[in-house]
């Protein structure tokens, strides 16, 4: 599976942001997928993840109630929409997929991975 992150950029705190990770080659639907982010100087997190049907998500407590992850299997996508930016959120954001199809925040469980595309909120 190649994945390919969009939608990054310079949003004001309390804005809002659409991530979007467009995936090719296996068969997109079988996948479960993740956010995940990594700030500068620090360790790559958690951010939320989709199981294959998306009827199932799971989001790490710092973003609970302000991200809705989504996907769309006839299209390949799956999304992120970030609302009440802060500037902690300013990350890179990494999307990324797991063949077991069910919901984890366990990073070593995903195998392929995204480039990365970077989110920066502004006091």
């Known amino acids: 599976v190649q994945l390919q992150a969009s939608g990054g950029g310079l949003v004001q705190a309390g804005g809002s942001l659409r991530l979007s990770c467009a995936a090719s080659g296996r068969t997109f639907s079988g996948y479960a997928m993740g956010w995940f982010r990594q700030a500068p100087g620090k360790e790559r997190d958690f951010v939320a993840a989709?199981?294959?049907?998306?009827?199932?998500?799971y989001y790490a407590d710092s973003v609970k109630g302000r991200f809705t992850i989504s996907r769309d299997n006839a299209k390949s996508t799956v999304y992120l929409q970030m609302n009440s930016l802060k500037p902690e959120d300013t990350a890179v954001y990494y999307c990324?997929?797991?063949?077991?199809?069910?919901?984890?925040?366990?990073?070593?469980?995903?195998?392929?991975w995204g480039q990365g595309t970077l989110v920066t909120v502004s006091s």
């Open positions: 989709i199981n294959w049907s998306g009827g199932s998500t």
């Open positions: 990324a997929a797991t063949p077991q199809g069910r919901v984890t925040n366990t990073y070593s469980l995903y195998n392929y």
